[in-house]
Protein backbone atom coordinates (compact mmCIF):
# COMPACT_ATOMS: atom_id res chain seq x y z
CA UNK A 1 0.00 0.00 0.00
CA UNK A 2 1.32 3.64 -0.60
CA UNK A 3 1.84 6.10 1.30
CA UNK A 4 -0.81 8.34 -0.27
CA UNK A 5 -3.27 5.54 0.18
CA UNK A 6 -2.49 5.08 3.85
CA UNK A 7 -3.10 8.54 4.46
CA UNK A 8 -6.11 8.44 2.58
CA UNK A 9 -7.48 5.35 5.11
CA UNK A 10 -6.35 7.30 8.13
CA UNK A 11 -8.92 9.95 6.95
CA UNK A 12 -6.96 12.65 5.00
CA UNK A 13 -8.31 13.81 1.90
CA UNK A 14 -6.46 16.08 -0.55
CA UNK A 15 -8.61 18.83 0.38
CA UNK A 16 -7.11 18.05 3.83
CA UNK A 17 -3.78 18.38 2.61
CA UNK A 18 -3.98 21.39 0.98
CA UNK A 19 -5.85 23.07 3.71
CA UNK A 20 -2.65 23.37 5.40
CA UNK A 21 -0.06 23.83 3.09
CA UNK A 22 -3.03 27.15 1.39
CA UNK A 23 -2.68 28.18 5.42
CA UNK A 24 1.28 28.29 5.26
CA UNK A 25 1.11 30.53 2.00
CA UNK A 26 -1.44 32.75 4.03
CA UNK A 27 0.39 33.44 7.01
CA UNK A 28 3.92 33.42 5.07
CA UNK A 29 2.46 36.13 2.99
CA UNK A 30 0.88 38.65 6.20
CA UNK A 31 4.26 37.74 8.22
CA UNK A 32 5.76 38.83 5.25
CA UNK A 33 4.35 42.50 5.32
CA UNK A 34 6.43 43.03 8.22
CA UNK A 35 9.19 40.68 8.62
CA UNK A 36 12.03 40.56 6.70
CA UNK A 37 13.57 37.00 6.03
CA UNK A 38 13.99 34.58 8.64
CA UNK A 39 11.74 31.67 6.53
CA UNK A 40 13.24 29.11 8.91
CA UNK A 41 12.33 30.35 11.57
CA UNK A 42 9.06 31.34 10.76
CA UNK A 43 8.83 27.56 9.27
CA UNK A 44 9.67 26.10 12.51
CA UNK A 45 7.29 27.98 14.41
CA UNK A 46 4.45 26.72 11.94
CA UNK A 47 5.57 23.51 12.56
CA UNK A 48 5.89 23.98 16.19
CA UNK A 49 2.41 25.64 16.83
CA UNK A 50 0.76 22.95 14.50
CA UNK A 51 2.32 20.19 16.30
CA UNK A 52 0.74 21.33 19.60
CA UNK A 53 4.41 22.23 21.34
CA UNK A 54 6.15 25.11 21.97
CA UNK A 55 9.11 27.10 20.85
CA UNK A 56 12.26 28.67 22.54
CA UNK A 57 14.05 31.44 19.93
CA UNK A 58 17.10 32.10 21.00
CA UNK A 59 19.25 35.41 19.48
CA UNK A 60 20.96 38.55 20.01
CA UNK A 61 18.86 41.77 20.64
CA UNK A 62 17.25 44.04 17.44
CA UNK A 63 16.33 40.20 15.02
CA UNK A 64 12.48 41.13 15.63
CA UNK A 65 11.93 38.16 17.60
CA UNK A 66 9.09 39.62 19.88
CA UNK A 67 7.41 41.47 16.62
CA UNK A 68 7.63 38.22 14.36
CA UNK A 69 5.16 36.53 17.52
CA UNK A 70 3.18 39.78 17.79
CA UNK A 71 2.59 39.70 14.42
CA UNK A 72 2.40 35.92 14.01
CA UNK A 73 -0.84 35.95 16.82
CA UNK A 74 -2.61 38.93 14.87
CA UNK A 75 -2.13 36.26 11.35
CA UNK A 76 -3.76 33.84 13.54
CA UNK A 77 -6.50 35.62 15.17
CA UNK A 78 -6.08 34.57 18.68
CA UNK A 79 -5.23 36.65 21.73
CA UNK A 80 -1.94 37.31 22.64
CA UNK A 81 -0.02 38.53 25.95
CA UNK A 82 3.30 39.14 26.25
CA UNK A 83 5.29 38.77 29.25
CA UNK A 84 8.70 40.70 29.61
CA UNK A 85 10.49 38.46 32.45
CA UNK A 86 12.68 40.51 34.91
CA UNK A 87 14.40 39.24 38.54
CA UNK A 88 11.71 40.42 40.79
CA UNK A 89 8.79 38.58 38.64
CA UNK A 90 6.82 36.50 40.85
CA UNK A 91 4.56 33.35 39.95
CA UNK A 92 1.23 35.30 40.66
CA UNK A 93 2.43 37.68 38.20
CA UNK A 94 2.13 34.81 35.47
CA UNK A 95 -0.66 32.85 36.75
CA UNK A 96 -3.07 34.91 38.15
CA UNK A 97 -3.75 35.10 41.90
CA UNK A 98 -6.81 35.21 44.20
CA UNK A 99 -8.72 38.56 45.27
CA UNK A 100 -11.01 39.41 47.89
CA UNK A 101 -14.27 40.51 46.22
CA UNK A 102 -17.20 42.46 48.04
CA UNK A 103 -20.73 41.82 47.21
CA UNK A 104 -21.87 45.62 47.22
CA UNK A 105 -25.42 44.05 47.31
CA UNK A 106 -25.58 41.80 50.54
CA UNK A 107 -21.94 42.94 51.56
CA UNK A 108 -20.58 39.27 51.68
CA UNK A 109 -17.02 38.77 50.80
CA UNK A 110 -15.85 36.00 48.78
CA UNK A 111 -12.43 35.05 47.00
CA UNK A 112 -12.28 35.43 43.00
CA UNK A 113 -9.23 34.15 40.65
CA UNK A 114 -8.19 37.00 38.79
CA UNK A 115 -6.31 35.58 35.69
CA UNK A 116 -3.17 36.81 34.94
CA UNK A 117 -0.99 37.22 31.64
CA UNK A 118 -0.41 33.34 30.74
CA UNK A 119 -4.49 33.03 30.05
CA UNK A 120 -4.34 34.01 26.36
CA UNK A 121 -3.85 31.30 23.20
CA UNK A 122 -0.33 32.89 22.56
CA UNK A 123 2.06 33.25 25.38
CA UNK A 124 5.03 35.45 25.05
CA UNK A 125 8.19 34.80 27.73
CA UNK A 126 10.13 37.71 26.71
CA UNK A 127 13.78 36.78 27.76
CA UNK A 128 13.09 33.97 29.95
CA UNK A 129 16.19 33.26 31.49
CA UNK A 130 15.92 36.64 33.23
CA UNK A 131 13.62 35.51 36.22
CA UNK A 132 13.92 32.82 38.92
CA UNK A 133 13.54 29.65 38.99
CA UNK A 134 10.06 29.25 41.19
CA UNK A 135 8.52 31.91 38.18
CA UNK A 136 9.82 29.86 35.24
CA UNK A 137 8.28 26.83 37.36
CA UNK A 138 4.99 28.45 37.11
CA UNK A 139 5.40 28.47 33.46
CA UNK A 140 6.55 25.09 32.67
CA UNK A 141 3.60 23.89 34.86
CA UNK A 142 1.04 25.33 32.31
CA UNK A 143 3.13 24.57 29.58
CA UNK A 144 3.49 20.81 30.22
CA UNK A 145 -0.36 20.53 32.21
CA UNK A 146 -2.02 23.16 30.44
CA UNK A 147 -3.52 24.38 33.37
CA UNK A 148 -2.34 26.76 36.54
CA UNK A 149 -2.97 25.94 39.98
CA UNK A 150 -3.38 28.49 42.65
CA UNK A 151 -4.72 27.50 46.04
CA UNK A 152 -6.71 24.56 45.68
CA UNK A 153 -7.80 25.21 42.87
CA UNK A 154 -7.40 24.62 38.80
CA UNK A 155 -7.66 26.58 36.10
CA UNK A 156 -7.81 25.28 32.83
CA UNK A 157 -5.96 27.53 29.83
CA UNK A 158 -7.56 28.43 26.41
CA UNK A 159 -6.93 26.20 23.38
CA UNK A 160 -5.26 26.36 21.73
CA UNK A 161 -2.33 27.82 23.88
CA UNK A 162 1.12 28.40 22.29
CA UNK A 163 3.88 29.37 24.20
CA UNK A 164 7.29 31.05 22.82
CA UNK A 165 10.17 31.87 25.28
CA UNK A 166 12.84 34.11 23.76
CA UNK A 167 16.28 34.26 25.41
CA UNK A 168 19.74 36.80 24.75
CA UNK A 169 22.51 34.50 24.93
CA UNK A 170 25.11 36.89 25.23
CA UNK A 171 23.74 38.91 28.32
CA UNK A 172 25.08 36.34 31.05
CA UNK A 173 24.55 38.63 34.00
CA UNK A 174 21.72 38.29 36.66
CA UNK A 175 20.08 35.58 34.43
CA UNK A 176 18.64 32.25 35.68
CA UNK A 177 19.62 30.01 32.34
CA UNK A 178 16.73 27.14 31.87
CA UNK A 179 17.95 23.65 33.48
CA UNK A 180 18.21 21.45 30.37
CA UNK A 181 14.81 19.21 32.22
CA UNK A 182 13.10 22.61 32.24
CA UNK A 183 13.75 22.80 28.36
CA UNK A 184 12.81 19.83 27.59
CA UNK A 185 9.17 20.80 27.66
CA UNK A 186 9.86 22.94 24.60
CA UNK A 187 9.82 21.05 21.63
CA UNK A 188 11.86 22.95 19.41
CA UNK A 189 14.75 25.94 20.20
CA UNK A 190 15.35 27.65 17.22
CA UNK A 191 18.33 30.45 16.77
CA UNK A 192 17.75 33.30 15.45
CA UNK A 193 20.78 34.51 12.86
CA UNK A 194 21.55 38.29 11.71
CA UNK A 195 20.08 38.96 8.33
CA UNK A 196 21.41 38.73 4.85
CA UNK A 197 22.66 41.99 3.72
CA UNK A 198 19.92 42.58 1.24
CA UNK A 199 17.14 41.77 3.96
CA UNK A 200 19.15 44.21 6.55
CA UNK A 201 19.11 46.70 3.58
CA UNK A 202 15.57 45.99 3.60
CA UNK A 203 14.82 46.36 7.01
CA UNK A 204 16.61 49.69 7.09
CA UNK A 205 14.32 50.95 4.50
CA UNK A 206 11.00 49.45 6.24
CA UNK A 207 11.21 50.77 9.20
CA UNK A 208 12.74 54.64 8.97
CA UNK A 209 9.85 54.95 6.62
CA UNK A 210 6.06 55.48 6.79
CA UNK A 211 4.41 53.26 8.69
CA UNK A 212 4.23 49.68 8.50
CA UNK A 213 0.95 47.67 6.31
CA UNK A 214 -1.84 46.21 8.65
CA UNK A 215 -1.63 42.17 8.89
CA UNK A 216 -5.39 40.78 8.29
CA UNK A 217 -6.04 37.65 9.97
CA UNK A 218 -6.23 34.18 7.90
CA UNK A 219 -7.10 31.67 10.75
CA UNK A 220 -9.32 31.22 13.70
CA UNK A 221 -8.56 29.07 16.63
CA UNK A 222 -11.15 26.48 15.80
CA UNK A 223 -9.70 25.94 12.41
CA UNK A 224 -6.15 26.23 14.55
CA UNK A 225 -7.38 23.14 16.53
CA UNK A 226 -8.96 21.30 13.70
CA UNK A 227 -5.35 21.13 11.62
CA UNK A 228 -3.53 20.02 15.05
CA UNK A 229 -5.62 17.63 14.90
CA UNK A 230 -5.06 16.54 10.85
CA UNK A 231 -1.56 16.61 12.02
CA UNK A 232 -1.70 13.69 14.24
CA UNK A 233 -3.64 11.98 11.32
CA UNK A 234 -0.87 11.59 9.41
CA UNK A 235 0.99 7.85 8.97
CA UNK A 236 4.49 7.40 9.57
CA UNK A 237 6.72 4.50 8.43
CA UNK A 238 8.15 1.98 10.89
CA UNK A 239 11.38 3.04 8.81
CA UNK A 240 10.69 6.43 9.51
CA UNK A 241 10.34 6.12 13.30
CA UNK A 242 13.63 3.48 13.47
CA UNK A 243 15.37 6.53 11.88
CA UNK A 244 14.17 8.91 14.08
CA UNK A 245 14.96 6.29 17.49
CA UNK A 246 18.12 5.58 15.39
CA UNK A 247 19.34 9.49 15.80
CA UNK A 248 18.18 9.80 19.39
CA UNK A 249 19.60 6.76 20.75
CA UNK A 250 23.03 7.34 19.48
CA UNK A 251 23.16 10.74 21.43
CA UNK A 252 22.96 8.52 24.72
CA UNK A 253 26.36 8.54 26.34
CA UNK A 254 27.48 4.68 26.58
CA UNK A 255 24.94 2.86 24.71
CA UNK A 256 24.63 0.30 22.52
CA UNK A 257 25.83 0.99 19.06
CA UNK A 258 26.68 4.88 20.38
CA UNK A 259 29.48 6.09 17.77
CA UNK A 260 33.17 6.91 19.62
CA UNK A 261 32.71 10.61 18.78
CA UNK A 262 29.52 11.08 21.32
CA UNK A 263 31.37 9.23 23.86
CA UNK A 264 34.13 11.63 23.78
CA UNK A 265 32.24 14.90 23.01
CA UNK A 266 28.41 14.54 24.57
CA UNK A 267 27.81 14.46 28.37
CA UNK A 268 24.09 13.90 28.31
CA UNK A 269 22.01 12.94 25.44
CA UNK A 270 17.92 13.24 24.57
CA UNK A 271 15.42 11.65 26.11
CA UNK A 272 12.01 9.95 24.73
CA UNK A 273 10.34 13.23 24.41
CA UNK A 274 12.95 14.22 21.33
CA UNK A 275 11.28 11.31 19.30
CA UNK A 276 7.43 12.19 20.02
CA UNK A 277 8.36 15.63 18.82
CA UNK A 278 10.73 14.51 15.84
CA UNK A 279 7.70 12.65 14.35
CA UNK A 280 5.13 14.98 15.35
CA UNK A 281 7.46 17.74 14.02
CA UNK A 282 7.81 15.28 10.85
CA UNK A 283 4.10 15.00 9.99
CA UNK A 284 3.36 18.68 10.48
CA UNK A 285 5.83 19.80 8.39
CA UNK A 286 4.85 17.31 5.53
CA UNK A 287 1.27 18.33 5.29
CA UNK A 288 2.55 22.13 5.42
CA UNK A 289 4.63 20.96 2.18
CA UNK A 290 1.75 19.47 0.59
CA UNK A 291 2.44 16.11 1.11
CA UNK A 292 0.18 12.92 3.45
CA UNK A 293 3.70 11.01 4.63
CA UNK A 294 6.35 11.86 6.90
CA UNK A 295 10.01 11.27 5.17
CA UNK A 296 13.26 11.13 6.13
CA UNK A 297 13.96 14.40 5.29
CA UNK A 298 11.43 15.77 7.48
CA UNK A 299 13.27 14.33 10.70
CA UNK A 300 16.46 15.25 9.48
CA UNK A 301 15.48 18.90 8.61
CA UNK A 302 13.99 18.86 12.76
CA UNK A 303 17.27 17.08 14.02
CA UNK A 304 18.84 20.20 15.07
CA UNK A 305 15.87 22.38 16.71
CA UNK A 306 14.74 18.80 18.64
CA UNK A 307 17.78 18.11 19.73
CA UNK A 308 19.86 20.79 20.87
CA UNK A 309 18.64 21.74 24.03
CA UNK A 310 18.45 18.27 24.79
CA UNK A 311 21.53 16.83 24.50
CA UNK A 312 24.54 18.74 26.48
CA UNK A 313 28.15 18.72 25.36
CA UNK A 314 30.59 18.09 27.82
CA UNK A 315 33.46 20.28 28.88
CA UNK A 316 36.41 18.45 26.09
CA UNK A 317 33.64 19.68 23.55
CA UNK A 318 33.17 22.88 24.80
CA UNK A 319 37.02 23.62 25.01
CA UNK A 320 37.63 22.79 21.44
CA UNK A 321 34.73 25.13 20.40
CA UNK A 322 32.12 21.91 19.33
CA UNK A 323 28.58 22.67 19.78
CA UNK A 324 25.39 20.20 20.03
CA UNK A 325 24.79 20.88 16.21
CA UNK A 326 27.91 20.15 15.32
CA UNK A 327 27.08 16.48 16.85
CA UNK A 328 23.81 16.06 15.48
CA UNK A 329 25.60 17.11 12.48
CA UNK A 330 28.01 14.08 12.98
CA UNK A 331 25.42 11.89 13.98
CA UNK A 332 23.17 12.80 10.97
CA UNK A 333 25.78 11.49 8.41
CA UNK A 334 26.69 8.59 10.45
CA UNK A 335 23.11 7.15 9.88
CA UNK A 336 22.08 5.60 6.57
CA UNK A 337 19.11 6.53 5.59
CA UNK A 338 17.83 3.12 3.73
CA UNK A 339 16.02 0.61 5.53
CA UNK A 340 18.32 -1.67 3.92
CA UNK A 341 21.09 -0.35 4.93
CA UNK A 342 19.76 0.72 8.46
CA UNK A 343 18.80 -3.00 9.41
CA UNK A 344 22.06 -4.52 8.11
CA UNK A 345 24.09 -2.13 9.98
CA UNK A 346 25.60 -4.21 12.67
CA UNK A 347 25.72 -1.03 14.92
CA UNK A 348 22.65 -0.01 14.36
CA UNK A 349 21.11 -3.61 14.85
CA UNK A 350 22.87 -3.44 18.36
CA UNK A 351 21.13 0.15 18.93
CA UNK A 352 17.81 -1.96 17.95
CA UNK A 353 18.54 -4.61 20.17
CA UNK A 354 19.19 -2.58 23.51
Not at 203 to 219: N, S
Not at 239 to 249: K, T
Request: negative net charge; contains cysteine; glycine residues 6%.
Amino acid sequence: MSADAAANQNGISEADSKLLHDARKRIIEQLGKIIVGQEIVIDEIMICLFSRGHCMLEGVPGLAKTLMISTLAQTLDLSFSRIQFTPDLMPADVTGTEIIEEDRASGKRDFRFMEGPLFANVVLADEINRTPPKTQAALLEAMQERQVTVGRHRHVLSDPFFVLATQNPIEQEGTYPLPEAQQDRFMFKVFVEYPSFDEEFEVARRTTGKAAEKVEAVLGAEEILRLQELVRQVPVSDHVVRYALSLVRQTRVGGDGVPDFVDELVGWGAGPRAVQFLILGGKARALLQGRFHVQIEDIQYLAKPVLRHRMVVNFAAESDGVTSDDVIERIIAATPTTEDELSRDARFQKIFAS
